[in-house]
């Protein structure tokens, strides 16, 4: 560890208390880099290093990196390390979005009007951007999806790992980025509501047809089936929780 390194870390980064350990890294990390005043292409300490300052496990701090990653503020570099692609602090890095209601159906339908907009433009627009290279790892989520379904019956982190194949199709880090400031709300939907496996069921097909589409490159198409899945969603939110 660099002596540099020690001195910043001996003021600003003290052990954790061990509850939970991401979001604290989250917040940790994101105050060490607005006090230490790091900027663009400013190089983050090392995994080692932040084990030791913080007493977390390399896993924490691994999933701490690839979130930040998700939200296009740092970049690792293989073999070098990982650098701050922009200035950010707790309040930028993390920002929470929440819903007043304290009933899971509003919740779900009001974060549903907010998915329609967004998965139905990531779908137009991986139809229009999409390459090879996203057709094989978005086929390779499908494959997944269809095969944990088949085995189980339903799917939850498969058809998340799907649709964020999707998002990686349109070349725009934003789409991404807004999941990853939404995945609370968004997550919902994959962790079965109103503890029904059955959930959603009713959709898995028009996975394939949205897939169909975006490798025919028909953002229309592509658009229609996200609204399938969608409609299914809502149908099932309706009710399910009557």
């Known amino acids: 560890?660099?002596?540099?390194?020690?001195?910043?870390?001996?003021?600003?980064?003290?052990?954790?208390?061990?509850?939970?350990?991401?979001?604290?890294?989250?917040?940790?990390?994101?105050?060490?880099?607005?006090?230490?005043?790091?900027?663009?292409?400013?190089?983050?300490?090392?995994?080692?290093?932040?084990?030791?300052?913080?007493?977390?496990?390399?896993?924490?701090?691994?999933?701490?990196?690839?979130?930040?990653?998700?939200?296009?503020?740092?970049?690792?570099?293989?073999?070098?390390?990982?650098?701050?692609?922009?200035?950010?602090?707790?309040?930028?890095?993390?920002?929470?979005?929440?819903?007043?209601?304290?009933?899971?159906?509003?919740?779900?339908?009001?974060?549903?009007?907010?998915?329609?907009?967004i998965e139905c433009e990531a779908g137009m627009v991986a139809a229009k951007r999409r390459t090879r290279k996203d057709i094989a790892i978005i086929e390779e989520k499908l494959d997944e999806m269809e095969r944990v379904h088949m085995a189980k019956g339903t799917s939850g982190p498969e058809d998340l790992a799907f649709h964020l194949a999707v998002y990686d199709a349109t070349h725009n880090p934003l789409f991404k980025q807004l999941l990853e400031q939404m995945r609370g709300s968004f997550e919902r939907f994959w962790t079965h509501p109103f503890d029904r496996q059955d959930f959603a069921r009713r959709s898995f097909p028009f996975h394939r047809t949205l897939f169909n589409a975006i490798i025919a490159q028909d953002p229309e198409a592509a658009r229609a089936e996200t609204l399938k899945i969608l409609d299914v969603v809502e149908e099932d939110i309706k009710e399910m929780s009557k």
């Open 1 to 117: 560890m660099s002596d540099q390194f020690k001195v910043m870390t001996k003021a600003m980064l003290t052990p954790l208390p061990s509850i939970d350990r991401t979001q604290q890294v989250i917040d940790a990390l994101s105050d060490f880099i607005e006090s230490s005043r790091l900027q663009a292409g400013d190089r983050l300490p090392t995994e080692r290093e932040l084990m030791v300052a913080l007493s977390v496990g390399r896993s924490t701090i691994r999933e701490v990196v690839t979130h930040f990653q998700a939200l296009g503020v740092v970049e690792t570099r293989k073999g070098s390390g990982t650098y701050l692609l922009k200035p950010v602090s707790k309040a930028t890095i993390h920002m929470p979005l929440s819903l007043d209601t304290a009933h899971l159906r509003d919740a779900l339908l009001q974060t549903l009007e907010v998915r329609r907009g």
